[in-house]
């Protein structure tokens, strides 16, 4: 019997020696927990866990429209606000503008009404006005004007179309008139700018 005694006491001697190791890893991680804990008190300095989120990439893409009657209920909508300033509205139109890639029949029509609208403030010369224009009207000029400049850039109709779009833009804005010599250099350009078509 003795012999079992001794085995009793050896195992028992074992399971301390566990529950002993046992206990001191369970301190030794409940202390390092409650070094890492944060601090109740102090909320700023609390440590939040980290949620990783997926960021989504805000893709703006950019729909290019290719036909002008499209474009006419923007114009419109544009025309219609009477809480922007006309220079607000001008500034949006101009944005309108890049959204906007002319096909052939546009730009044909666009040549054909730039060249009547440049030939018109020649042939009016300091007369010439937009005043008694809808600004709806107005706006679809301006608008082709933009596209027209911007599509032959340096060649004869992008020329004729800024320089036709810089005067009934100061018109429409109000910041010059025909007769002032911004006006009458302006006409000059013009009509040097339609000699290239002739």
Partial sequence: MTEQKTTEKKTAAKKKKVLTASAVVVSIGLLIGACDAPDN?????????????KKEKKTTKKVEINDFTKMLPAISKLADNKQMTKQEKYDKLMKLTSSYKPN??????????????????VKKDKNYSIAKEKEETILRALFIYRVLEKHYETKPYGLLGIDVLQVNRDLYLGREKLDSPWGRSNVAQIKKDLKAFE
């Fill in 41 to 53: 008190n102090d909320s700023k300095t609390a440590a939040k866990p980290k949620v990783e989120q």
């Fill in 104 to 121: 052939k029949e546009d730009l044909e029509t666009f040549r054909m009404i730039t060249r009547f609208g440049a030939e018109r403030i």
